[in-house]
């Protein structure tokens, strides 16, 4: 028999590092699959549901953890209050547990476990690996550790343009504050410093251009409405790209109002296009100076 361990009852569990991880998806409410992220092999997947799953203990590589979901089979979300169980073996039942009580609730691709290489076998951790909640930021890491690209944020320094025009854009601006700082604490990186220096030589409602003190420093954003002359910080635009053609800023990038609709988002029905959508941003974001201007 399995042991049974009971959502936000346990951190960690040991698992052997040989043979198969064999995986059940049982108890859900809404019809949903299994999807095995992150791995050096190709799962095998069982049965036309897909509720089942196994592949190799060794696919679980020390510089890419594999993240074990629950994916919706409509693309709509989980109910509000809806949970899932999962058993787990591993080696041929050496290790068998039955996970209890999982949270999918309003997600449309929901994390179950993960596991991750440790010395002198595997870990096994709940969810995203034991932070609880995870934001978009948070989340948006997640998938890029598990395809192994770039996934720590650049930005050490976020400069906002406190000009009036901005004033109608506080709700973006705040999105993408929480944003980086999801990103940051879940790669253990420290949060961007965030400054607001006044524009236009007024420190209340200025309008020109934003006065940006070493705007060339290593890891420095400015987020503004309205391209800088040649020669300043990096930028991250909020606006039409026809204004970034028309006033172009080399290595800015332009987040379009589909970006912007996910940064604000509140639910957590993230799912394949909401990375697709953001990844443009992500890939600018963790490139630093090298990123090209989209």
Not at 31 to 49: E, F, I, M, N, W
Not at 99 to 108: C, E, I, N, S
Not at 200 to 224: K, S
Request: glycine share 10%; with cysteine.
């Amino acid at each position: 028999m399995p042991d049974i361990l009971n959502s936000s009852e346990w951190e960690r569990v040991a698992l052997p590092d040989t043979g198969a991880i064999k995986l059940n998806l049982v108890s859900r409410r809404t019809p949903a699959r299994l999807v095995v992220l992150g791995g050096a092999t190709t799962p095998k997947y069982l049965g036309a549901d897909h509720t089942a799953a196994a592949f190799p203990a060794r696919s679980v590589l020390s510089d890419r953890p594999v993240s074990v979901r629950a994916t919706t089979a409509t693309g709509e979300a989980f109910s509000g209050d809806e949970r899932v169980d999962l058993i787990v073996d591993a080696n041929g039942q050496e290790r068998s547990f039955l996970l209890r009580g999982l949270d999918v609730a309003g997600q449309v691709d929901a994390a179950l476990i993960r596991l991750e290489r440790a010395e002198g076998g595997l870990l096994m951790r709940p969810g995203e690996g034991g932070a609880a909640t995870l934001g978009l930021g948070g989340w948006c890491v997640r998938r890029r550790q598990e395809s192994g690209e770039p996934c720590a944020p650049a930005v050490r320094r976020l400069v906002v343009d406190t000009s009036a025009s901005m004033r109608a854009h506080a709700g973006r601006v705040r999105a993408l504050e929480r944003f980086l700082s999801d990103m940051a604490a879940t790669t253990g990186a420290d949060e961007p410093r965030i400054e607001r220096p006044p524009a236009g030589g007024a420190p209340r409602h200025g309008v020109g251009a934003v006065d940006v003190p070493d705007p060339r420093a290593d890891g420095t954003v400015l987020l503004t409405d309205v391209p800088p002359a040649p020669g300043g910080a990096r930028c991250l635009i909020i606006g039409p790209a026809q204004l970034a053609r028309a006033l172009p800023s080399p290595g800015s990038f332009v987040a379009d109002d589909a970006v912007w609709a996910e940064l604000e988002r509140t639910d957590r029905a993230f799912s394949a296009s909401t990375l697709a959508t953001l990844t443009p941003l992500l890939d600018w974001l963790t490139a630093g100076e090298k990123g090209d201007a989209r």
